[in-house]
């Protein structure tokens, strides 16, 4: 089985801002929204992205990896507005 090279929570925090969480998985978040885009079977994504065992424990690693693609979606939508906020300020 894979292993996940962060640590990570079944859910990441509900925000309606940028969370210290978000930003530690973001790399995580992008990649989560190539293997939606690419198609890849969420058991797959969970095992090569959390190192977690679908078959062990099915509904744990599809709610972890629902949780965490629905604020990768978020990010997207939302979040990364704070982010241009934040890179404005610095120029």
């Known amino acids: 089985m894979a292993r996940a090279t962060q640590t990570y929570l079944?859910?990441?925090?509900?925000?309606?801002?940028?969370?210290?969480y978000d930003r530690e998985h973001m790399k995580l978040y992008m990649r989560l929204l190539d293997a939606e885009r690419d198609g890849a079977?969420?058991?797959e994504a969970v095992q090569v992205l959390f190192g977690l065992d679908p078959e062990h424990d099915p509904e744990h690693c599809r709610a972890v990896h629902?949780?965490?693609?629905?604020?990768?979606?978020?990010?997207?939508?939302?979040?990364?507005?704070?982010?241009?906020?934040?890179?404005?300020r610095k120029t």
Do not use: F, N
Not at 12 to 20: E, V
């Open 41 to 43: 079977d969420w058991r």
């Open 10 to 20: 079944d859910k990441p925090p509900s925000s309606q801002t940028l969370t210290s």
């Open 66 to 88: 629902e949780a965490h693609l629905a604020r990768a979606h978020w990010m997207t939508e939302q979040g990364y507005r704070e982010l241009v906020r934040e890179s404005q």
